[in-house]
């Protein structure tokens, strides 16, 4: 599968200042840029700046980032799933996920993530795959936000739906583990009916066991 990347921006402004969306970002670009030492959510920040140059040189990776003149205050993951994670199993050339998102927190609630999402949209290519994310709650900036689970479940399906992402069920044994945690997917209109058949069956790989 050929994996087509057609770069788009848009100017996003809030009452800090306006940002620029932009993506897929390549890595020699990505390596120019300044990353906030307040992107900490996955690993330190410097150490997730080398991860994020190293995904967007992958053919599949995508990285859309939200930058603040030079410096990077948010940005969304798109590759293939981890190879310990039933969602690789399939070994589905057109099923990526959307591994990570983060922005920084003086930036939160301007509606930055949604922007990340809806940019990465605006590439035709998207209507190629099957996206997915899996959202678990020991991901989530509970502490810091003051919202329990339940409020934080419904920001994060927000944000997500403002990609084309909705909810799908799933017997995966870590997303059954906790009720907030879920998988949410967007299946792109020109994906065949015979991945979309595999995909359901990786969503239920348990179903013949009982």
């Not at 997730?48 to 980032?65: D, K, S, Y």
């Not at 050339?93 to 301007?110: K, Q, S, T, Y």
């Not at 809806?118 to 899996?134: F, G, H, N, S």
């Not at 927000?158 to 069920?169: D, F, H, P, T």
């Amino acid at each position: 599968m050929e994996h087509k990347k057609t770069y788009n921006a848009k100017q996003l402004k809030t009452p800090k200042g306006t940002l620029i969306i932009e993506g897929p970002i390549s890595p020699e670009k990505l390596a120019s840029y300044e990353f906030h030492h307040d992107l900490t959510a996955f690993r330190q920040p410097h150490q997730q700046h080398q991860a994020l140059i190293e995904i967007a040189g992958l053919p599949e990776g995508r990285i859309i980032i939200a930058r603040h003149g030079h410096t990077i205050v948010g940005y969304v993951t798109f590759l293939y799933p981890d190879p310990l994670e039933r969602w690789s199993q399939g070994k589905m050339e057109n099923l990526i996920e959307l591994g990570a998102i983060e922005v920084i927190p003086d930036f939160r609630g301007c509606g930055v993530g949604k922007n990340l999402l809806k940019v990465a949209m605006m590439d035709d290519a998207m209507e190629d795959y099957i996206i997915i994310t899996t959202e678990y709650y020991w991901h989530w900036d509970l502490k810091r936000t003051g919202l329990n689970v339940w409020e934080y479940r419904k920001v994060m399906e927000k944000m997500m739906n403002a990609g084309g992402l909705v909810w799908y069920a799933t017997d995966d044994p870590e997303i059954c583990s906790h009720p907030a945690n879920c998988l949410m997917a967007r299946i792109g209109k020109r994906v065949d009916q015979q991945s979309i058949q595999k995909f359901d069956q990786l969503r239920f790989m348990n179903r013949f066991m009982y």
